[in-house]
Nanobody, 119 residues
Framework: QVQLMESGGGLVQAGGSLRLSCEAS????????MGWYRQPPGKQRELVAT???????NYADSVKGRFTISRGNAKATVYLQMNSLKPEDTAVYYC?????????????WGQGTLVTVSS
């Protein structure tokens, strides 16, 4: 069974930086799209950034210029470099992967990692 696992969350002061990582366990034939979503306290989950297999990136307006998404060498590996963090970036961050396991399409979610930005 393929699973995604995030790491790198924590507590940081406003203006600081964090780097989130997401790796897959299990067999994956190919990666279609990887992304990061977040769910602030009391709010709905929202898109942060995505990156395609061709390295085309997409960012939420709220993080453009501050966050950078990138792919690792291993399949279904993705990173999120977060700079100039603001208190409103506080959320549980989830990794999302749309992958192929042979001919089977899978949409995967990680368990989430908490990012807390103090003012």
């Amino acid at each position: 069974q393929v699973q995604l696992m995030e790491s790198g969350g924590g507590l940081v002061q406003a203006g600081g930086s964090l780097r989130l990582s997401c790796e897959a366990s299990g067999s994956i034939s190919s990666t279609l799209l990887m992304g990061w979503y977040r769910q602030p306290p009391g709010k709905q989950r929202e898109l942060v950034a995505t990156i395609s297999s061709g390295d085309i990136t997409n960012y939420a307006d709220s993080v453009k210029g501050r966050f950078t998404i990138s792919r690792g060498n291993a399949k279904a590996t993705v990173y999120l470099q977060m700079n100039s963090l603001k208190p409103e970036d506080t959320a549980v961050y989830y990794c999302n992967g749309r992958v192929l396991d042979g001919l089977r399409y899978l949409e995967l979610w990680g368990q989430g990692t908490l990012v807390t930005v103090s003012s």
